[in-house]
């Protein structure tokens, strides 16, 4: 069958919509980047405000703990209400917390307000990642699911940005227009037809997927009956099906090694030290010695976060997500080990290479933003089986939040008892043992029907013989289709043997 290619049409609906999603990765990255200019301006003009570096600290990294608590409950919302509804449920979050933290004048407030930011970024951050993932071609889902990590780090870059120029105050009521201009760009789009689908709505999720030019998306609830009726004719069920999420449905293989796949990802995103570097750049460059100035720096290294996940979205497509997953570890873990060097010279008094630490953090970046930095999140709507993915998305953003709160909270407890330099050779090993991972046990997606992605876990018959001879008179019947049925049929047993 001749390879079906997306329309002009389909693209720019879907881009659009990826887009205005996206709007919710930017505000994420907006909550993400505000203590690192917030709290030095609240210092400068309004000194009580933060009365010691312990509140100081927990108001910059208390987030990433809302965020935990909002992942859990982004399960049953994503179920309910769909993923766009529940993507729409954080903007007014978002609005409340930054009104709250523009007119806050005592500690308590600013804290409180920083949580439910937190929490708005975990009902977003799975929800607009599936919410992507299920409204676009498969051809062009590498390039559209990517955009959200592009739009957090660009959220970041303007924090950083507008830090230089902007009152505390002032940037928290940019944010809180922000948050408006996500619901207004939002709310005009359609539900995912997926998730219609999964819901009966059938005549909604026929609109859905027209409306997005869908391709290869069935939604003829008549011809399924029929086909289901025909099938339990010639083989009748001993049992009916287990629930979603039942036991019995979410202790299956397929359930279980996809989201362990997801799980040990969003691991090493977080323990490659990304957020030690993101809150801690400007201390980083201090402690390092380096000649170039930390602010600075740190607006160097998140323009070059942006630009290299610009890069990626026209290559996610092209070269896989395995590839490049290989390739931003191994970059990540030389650049770590770099910057563990660079603080070893600085510890014995050699200050020969003050821009090594510079040129460290913009290569650990670049590494970052082509691979680990949005594959994991893209993984996560490819990978999750359709009726568990709300709540299997839902669990992994938890983690994935929660690693982030820990990395933060344990980067300067690690300083003290292994010293910066290990700290960040601690990162480059986790790094290189993510790569090794990767090649072991994470499938190729790329290019494949979200249906066919979910087979590869699915445990296969063992009589070999003749499968093999049906894929022999396969291949010579239709070619096109026994590559590709070779391809998933590979994957899952290397899958198979190594997990």
Known sequence: MAEEKTTPMAALKQTLLSLSVSLSYYCIGL?????????????????DLLPSKSIASWVSSIPPFGAFF????????????????????????????????????????????????GFGVGLSLPAAQVYVSECSDPKIRGVIGSLPALAMSVGIMVMYIMGKFFHWRVLAWICCGMACCLFLAV?????????????KQYEKAHYSAKWLHLQGFSIDPKATSAVVERKEDQHPSPAAPPKPFSKEALLRREI??????????LSIQQLSGIDAVVFFTVEIFHAAGSSMDGHLATIIVGMVQVLSNG?????????????????????????MASMGAAFHLNSIGNTCFGYLPIVSLI????GFSIGFGSIPFLLMGELFPTAQRSLLSSLAGSFNLAMMFTVIKTYHPLEDLITTSGTFLMYSVLCALGVVFVITCVPETKGRELESIQKLFERRPQPCSQLELGGEKASHANPSFSAADEAVHLDSKSIDTKL
């Open 187 to 199: 709310a005009c789009f359609p539900q995912s037809p997926v998730w219609l689908k999964t819901r």
């Open 31 to 47: 909550v993400r980047g505000y203590s690192a200019p917030a709290v030095p301006s609240m210092h400068a003009t309004v000194p």
């Open 363 to 366: 290569v650990f970046m670049i």
């Open 256 to 265: 279980l090694i996809p989201l362990g796949i997801g799980l040990v990802l």
């Open 70 to 117: 909002g992942s859990l409950v982004a399960f049953p919302l994503m179920h309910r209400i769909g993923r766009k509804y529940t993507v729409l449920i954080a903007s007014p979050l978002w609005v409340i917390s930054w009104i709250l933290i523009a007119t806050a004048n005592d500690w308590r407030v600013l804290f409180v307000a920083r949580m439910l930011s």
């Open 311 to 335: 890069a990626a979205l026209f290559v996610v497509d092209r070269a896989g997500r395995k590839p490049l997953l290989i390739m931003s570890g191994l970059i990540m873990s030389l650049a």
